[in-house]
């Protein structure tokens, strides 16, 4: 079982930068990956960057060079660092963890992209 909080979101101008954290409830060497996705109203949820045990490291197309996921693993904490945000990053951000076959989810934060 793996117990995943996410926090840092919040209200930010276009341009303005946000660096959320995902605290876990285990080592994060015992998490195979974790990631952040996010659901926008009306649209499905997406993933925006994950990172492996070993250091791999995937982003969405999206956000690519705006966005870097890193951990902090003697904290358990991965987090997202987002720059030059956009109104389109607007949504709601997840931390996900997966183990073998099981998923697991954190209950989001809010990121408002807006003038």
């Known amino acids: 079982q793996v117990q995943l909080m996410e926090s840092g979101g919040g209200l930010v101008q276009p341009g303005g930068s946000l660096r959320l954290s995902c605290a876990a409830s285990?080592?994060?060497?015992?998490?195979?990956?974790i990631a952040w996705h996010r659901q926008a109203p009306g649209k499905e949820r997406e993933l925006v960057a994950g990172?492996?045990?070993?250091?791999?490291?995937n982003y969405a197309d999206s956000v690519r060079g705006r966005f870097t996921i890193s951990t902090d693993n003697a904290k358990k904490t991965v987090y997202l660092q987002m720059n030059l945000l956009k109104p389109e990053d607007t949504a709601v951000y997840y931390c996900?963890?997966?183990?073998?076959?099981?998923?697991?989810w954190g209950q989001g934060t809010q990121v408002t992209v807006s003038s």
């Open positions: 996900m963890g997966r183990t073998g076959i099981r998923t697991y």
């Open positions: 990172i492996t045990t070993q250091g791999i490291t």
């Open positions: 285990r080592s994060l060497s015992l998490i195979d990956t």
